[in-house]
T-cell receptor, first 117, second 112 residues
Framework: GAVVSQHPSRVICKSGTSVKIECRSLDFQATTMFWYRQFPKQSLMLMATSNEGSKATYEQGVEKDKFLINHASLTLSTLTVTSAHPEDSSFYIC?????????????FGPGTRLTVL | AQTVTQSQPEMSVQEAETVTLSCTYDTSESDYYLFWYKQPPSRQMILVIR??????QNATENRFSVNFQKAAKSFSLKISDSQLGDAAMYFC?????????FGQGTRLTINP
């Protein structure tokens, strides 16, 4: 399967600071990437869909000014949590959509645990 | 809007036995895909199996197979010869024309 990486795997920051999370497709080009948020013992909640070279599409209730998404190349998308607060603490997962063997499939990164103090 | 329901928050099975995880979905689309993802303690989402709605034949991947009942909008996962490494959260997911929609998840425990 295709490989998606995320960096950092975990980050701790102070309230009010900004944090950037990178998502890379290592062995394929991804025109579309997705960002999810997962609270403990819950399912994945889609935050936004990121298309290379265009603005991200945010899900209802997700603040676009707080969660900045940039998809600058076919292999890299970034999520920046601006002015982070403790309630932003969560597990963030990116995913890339790819065609492999004539199949449209999403592969997921390993996730980033964000803790805001 | 499409919804995915997993009615079993937790399931357990004896090692080497067979277990079935349930999933139902609601959609008005005719063309879509269904998936089962596994999330072990590492929290890495791993694709277990997929099913195209237009295919009548149930998908199979080694010990994992599905029972796809399109009319009933049901998509269950059967794990045969359960192994300790199968312990994880299992998420059923639907994708039609747009985004991937996940169910609430089922936590599977394997008893040695």
């Amino acid at each position: 399967g295709a490989v998606v990486s995320q960096h950092p795997s975990r980050v701790i920051c102070k309230s009010g600071t900004s944090v950037k999370i990178e998502c890379r497709s290592l062995d394929f080009q991804a025109t579309t990437m997705f960002w999810y948020r997962q609270f403990p013992k819950q399912s994945l909640m889609l935050m936004a869909t990121s298309n290379e070279g265009s603005k991200a599409t945010y899900e209802q209730g997700v603040e676009k000014d707080k969660f900045l998404i940039n998809h600058a190349s076919l292999t890299l998308s970034t999520l920046t949590v601006t002015s982070a607060h403790p309630e932003d603490s969560s597990f963030y997962i990116c995913s890339a959509r790819v065609w492999l063997s004539s199949r449209d499939t999403q592969y997921f990164g390993p996730g980033t645990r964000l803790t805001v103090l | 809007a499409q919804t995915v329901t997993q009615s079993q928050p937790e399931m357990s099975v004896q090692e080497a036995e067979t277990v079935t995880l349930s999933c139902t979905y609601d959609t008005s689309e005719s063309d879509y895909y269904l998936f089962w993802y596994k999330q072990p303690p590492s929290r890495q989402m791993i694709l277990v199996i997929r099913q195209e709605a237009y295919k009548q034949q149930n998908a199979t991947e080694n010990r994992f197979s599905v029972n796809f009942q399109k009319a009933a909008k049901s998509f269950s996962l059967k794990i045969s010869d359960s192994q300790l490494g199968d312990a994880a959260m299992y998420f059923c997911a639907y994708r039609g024309a747009q985004k991937l929609v996940f169910g609430q998840g089922t936590r599977l425990t394997i008893n040695p």
